[in-house]
């Protein structure tokens, strides 16, 4: 697992690990620094030179409350590239930050109780411990790492109680999330796997929401690195979510109920959970939700951010889409067959018109254009002009003129006295003034008002009779055919 963590942590930080390690002072910083160094990155250096530089680099640590790391430090203070099996090259750096303090701690005061100055990279003049801790851990998260490793303790070593680390481990962690990059926190303990200690880890992640881990870093082995490395890669925000669902769900408009319900679950889910380490709570998430039949995840690529989960969706579900596309329910293999037939004849005559009508909303008229098969070729005729012959072919073809023209219908109940026709009057606009659509289904004399006006439509649609309606016909056909003027209509 050793090389493939690394090829993982090389792969998503783009050839760069850059660790930046950051808490109080007192925690083990150095410590972890140095185990990680010697066990992870000296093996894989093949120059000796490189190799006796970066151990002469590496920081020392000792017993108390006197505080060792007085200026942050790089390590190696040159980058050095390493190759894992041959295919990948990567650049390794940690770096120790000054730690936060613990007021008991010494070394951060001078004698006469002012403030110990200490010199930094990213200022020419020495400044007070506290700031180089505060502006050190804000530096090096920034701009100096990908990674943060922020180190705490339970107290179980050294002279400092778990409470004067809570302190300092509250400050650290939110100044870290807000530069939003992936950190762990490792809580450093002489009992990691004490039921007490394993208490106190769910405590904290629950607590700061981040991921944390108890280890014993002064004799932390390398399987405990590649498990710490591994939750840290966790912690990076998935760069590609693909979900796999079935095509037909991809092709469903978005006002379609089911695909409406589908997307409002996949933004609040998503949002919600960003990081590699909730690809299952999305899992979980989605198996929860009544659209799915079931969900599982196909594919987590931690050095490349990927995870894909494949998603099936019920028989139930496709024909409750369906039935909502065509407006009916469809309850079985039949029904549907029926349906579908119905469909082709529907689609055969919007094939035909459908454009028409859509340029009649617009514009109020327009011709559906025949199909060739529709169109009628008579026998071809000698011509003569002058001196010359040529041919004549006629052909007739059935078109369909439709034109959009507005029908009144008008309701004039008889309701009594004037007062109580404006109170009517009055009814009908306070209540319905928002929501039309009421005032149309309201009940006038116990029949709906829509039902009302829909028959005055058809009486006077009904009213033309056939001779009229030919006679259009005949006048359309002859400005169609032969005219290019105007028209005179006469109407009685």
Same mark, same amino acid.
């Given at each position: 697992?050793?090389?493939?963590?690394?090829?993982?942590?090389?792969?998503?930080?783009?050839?760069?690990?850059?660790?930046?390690?950051?808490?109080?002072?007192?925690?083990?910083?150095?410590?972890?620094?140095?185990?990680?160094?010697?066990?992870?990155?000296?093996?894989?250096?093949?120059?000796?030179?490189?190799?006796?530089?970066?151990?002469?680099?590496?920081?020392?640590?000792?017993?108390?409350?006197?505080?060792?790391?007085?200026?942050?430090?790089?390590?190696?203070?040159?980058?050095?590239?390493?190759?894992?099996?041959?295919?990948?090259?990567?650049?390794?750096?940690?770096?120790?930050?000054?730690?936060?303090?613990?007021?008991?701690?010494?070394?951060?005061?001078?004698?006469?109780?002012?403030?110990?100055?200490?010199?930094?990279?990213?200022?020419?003049?020495?400044?007070?411990?506290?700031?180089?801790?505060?502006?050190?851990?804000?530096?090096?998260?920034?701009?100096?790492?990908?990674?943060?490793?922020?180190?705490?303790?339970?107290?179980?070593?050294?002279?400092?109680?778990?409470?004067?680390?809570?302190?300092?481990?509250?400050?650290?962690?939110?100044?870290?999330?807000?530069?939003?990059?992936?950190?762990?926190?490792?809580?450093?303990?002489?009992?990691?796997?004490?039921?007490?200690?394993?208490?106190?880890?769910?405590?904290?992640?629950?607590?700061?929401?981040?991921?944390?881990?108890?280890?014993?870093?002064?004799?932390?082995?390398?399987?405990?690195?590649?498990?710490?490395?591994?939750?840290?890669?966790?912690?990076?925000?998935?760069?590609?979510?693909?979900?796999?669902?079935?095509?037909?769900?991809?092709?469903?408009?978005?006002?379609?109920?089911?695909?409406?319900?589908?997307?409002?679950?996949?933004?609040?889910?998503?949002?919600?959970?960003?990081?590699?380490?909730?690809?299952?709570?999305?899992?979980?998430?989605?198996?929860?939700?009544?659209?799915?039949?079931?969900?599982?995840?196909?594919?987590?690529?931690?050095?490349?951010?990927?995870?894909?989960?494949?998603?099936?969706?019920?028989? @139930?579900?496709?024909?409750?889409?369906? +039935? *909502? &596309?065509? #407006?009916?329910?469809?309850? !079985?293999?039949?029904?549907?067959?029926? =349906?579908?037939?119905?469909?082709?004849?529907?689609?055969?005559?919007?094939?035909?018109?459908?454009?028409?009508?859509?340029?009649?909303?617009?514009?109020?008229?327009?011709?559906?254009?025949?199909?060739?098969?529709?169109?009628?070729?008579?026998?071809?005729?000698?011509?003569?002009?002058?001196?010359?012959?040529?041919?004549?072919?006629?052909?007739?073809?059935?078109?369909?003129?439709?034109?959009?023209?507005?029908?009144?219908?008008?309701?004039?109940?008889?309701?009594?006295?004037?007062?109580?026709?404006?109170?009517?009057?009055?009814?009908?606009?306070?209540?319905?003034?928002? @929501?039309?659509?009421?005032?149309?289904? +309201? *009940? &006038?004399? #116990?029949?709906?008002?829509? !039902?009302?006006?829909?028959?005055?439509? =058809?009486?006077?649609?009904?009213?033309?009779?056939?001779?009229?309606?030919?006679?259009?016909?005949?006048?359309?056909?002859?400005?169609?055919?032969?005219?290019?003027?105007?028209?005179?209509?006469?109407?009685?």
């Amino acid at each position: 697992m050793s090389d493939s963590i690394l090829k993982d942590v090389a792969t998503r930080t783009s050839g760069e690990v850059y660790i930046g390690v950051v808490g109080s002072v007192r925690s083990g910083k150095s410590t972890f620094i140095r185990r990680f160094m010697e066990t992870k990155v000296l093996p894989l250096v093949t120059d000796q030179y490189v190799y006796d530089k970066i151990q002469d680099e590496l920081p020392q640590s000792s017993d108390g409350r006197t505080i060792m790391t007085v200026e942050p430090k790089f390590i190696p203070s040159n980058l050095v590239k390493i190759t894992i099996d041959k295919d990948v090259t990567f650049q390794v750096r940690l770096v120790d930050c000054v730690g936060h303090v613990i007021p008991s701690a010494k070394g951060y005061m001078n004698d006469d109780g002012t403030s110990r100055l200490v010199q930094t990279p990213w200022f020419s003049d020495a400044i007070p411990f506290e700031d180089a801790a505060k502006i050190g851990t804000d530096k090096v998260i920034e701009s100096h790492s990908n990674i943060g490793i922020v180190m705490s303790s339970d107290g179980s070593f050294g002279e400092f109680t778990r409470d004067e680390y809570e302190s300092v481990e509250e400050i650290v962690i939110e100044d870290l999330k807000n530069h939003d990059k992936p950190f762990v926190l490792v809580i450093n303990t002489t009992k990691p796997t004490a039921p007490e200690t394993l208490a106190l880890v769910n405590s904290l992640e629950e607590k700061y929401q981040v991921s944390v881990i108890a280890l014993d870093v002064l004799n932390m082995t390398e399987n405990d690195m590649d498990h710490l490395l591994k939750v840290a890669m966790d912690e990076f925000d998935i760069s590609e979510l693909n979900l796999e669902v079935p095509t037909w769900v991809n092709k469903l408009d978005d006002d379609i109920s089911y695909k409406t319900k589908f997307n409002d679950l996949i933004n609040q889910t998503t949002g919600t959970f960003r990081k590699m380490k909730d690809a299952f709570r999305i899992q979980d998430t989605f198996k929860n939700s009544e659209l799915f039949a079931d969900v599982n995840i196909s594919n987590i690529d931690p050095g490349t951010g990927l995870v894909n989960i494949e998603i099936t969706c019920s028989d @139930e579900c496709y024909n409750d889409v369906v +039935s *909502e &596309i065509l #407006g009916e329910n469809i309850s !079985d293999k039949t029904t549907f067959i029926e =349906k579908l037939q119905n469909f082709k004849k529907a689609r055969h005559v919007y094939d035909l018109v459908g454009s028409a009508i859509e340029k009649v909303e617009q514009v109020g008229y327009d011709i559906a254009m025949p199909k060739a098969s529709d169109i009628e070729l008579e026998r071809p005729e000698l011509l003569k002009e002058g001196s010359r012959y040529g041919i004549k072919i006629k052909a007739n073809a059935p078109m369909i003129q439709l034109v959009k023209i507005s029908v009144t219908s008008t309701f004039e109940p008889i309701i009594g006295s004037k007062e109580q026709a404006e109170e009517l009057i009055n009814h009908m606009v306070d209540n319905y003034e928002n @929501e039309p659509e009421k005032l149309w289904n +309201s *009940e &006038i004399f #116990g029949r709906k008002l829509c !039902d009302v006006i829909s028959d005055g439509v =058809k009486a006077k649609v009904n009213a033309i009779p056939d001779n009229v309606l030919e006679k259009y016909k005949s006048s359309i056909e002859k400005v169609v055919n032969y005219g290019k003027g105007g028209i005179i209509a006469i109407v009685l």
